[in-house]
Nanobody
Framework: QVRVVESGGGLVQPGGALRLSCAAS????????MGWYRQAPGKQRELVAA???????NYADSVKGRFTISRDNAKNTVYLQMNSLKPEDTAVYYC?????????WGQGTQVTVSS
């Protein structure tokens, strides 16, 4: 079954860190751009970070310098290291795979930043 599964969310205090993981059951994983998106209550889903098959990355301005996306093609996994977390980072975080036939989404993992 083709799918992506997120893990690693949770509750963290402001200034803390979390690492999200996305395990992909996708053949030829290395060929696809992978991304992390997030959606806060009452807001639209937005791109947080993405990494291409060649390893190029891009980030939302709001997370530059704090978040790092990476991929391990041997493990079919993409990571999002989130440091210096802020309350406004609170959202459901979704993994996305840009497949040839369309986008594949995970079920999401909740990240809550609160004291």
């Amino acid at each position: 079954q083709v799918r992506v599964v997120e893990s690693g969310g949770g509750l963290v205090q402001p200034g803390g860190a979390l690492r999200l993981s996305c395990a992909a059951s996708i053949s030829s994983f290395r060929r696809f751009t992978m991304g992390w998106y997030r959606q806060a209550p009452g807001k639209q889903r937005e791109l947080v970070a993405a990494v291409t098959s060649g390893g190029s990355t891009n980030y939302a301005d709001s997370v530059k310098g704090r978040f790092t996306i990476s991929r391990d093609n041997a493990k079919n996994t993409v990571y999002l290291q989130m440091n210096s977390l802020k309350p406004e980072d609170t959202a459901v975080y979704y993994c996305n795979a840009e497949l040839w036939g369309g986008n594949l989404w995970g079920q999401g993992t909740q990240v809550t930043v609160s004291s």
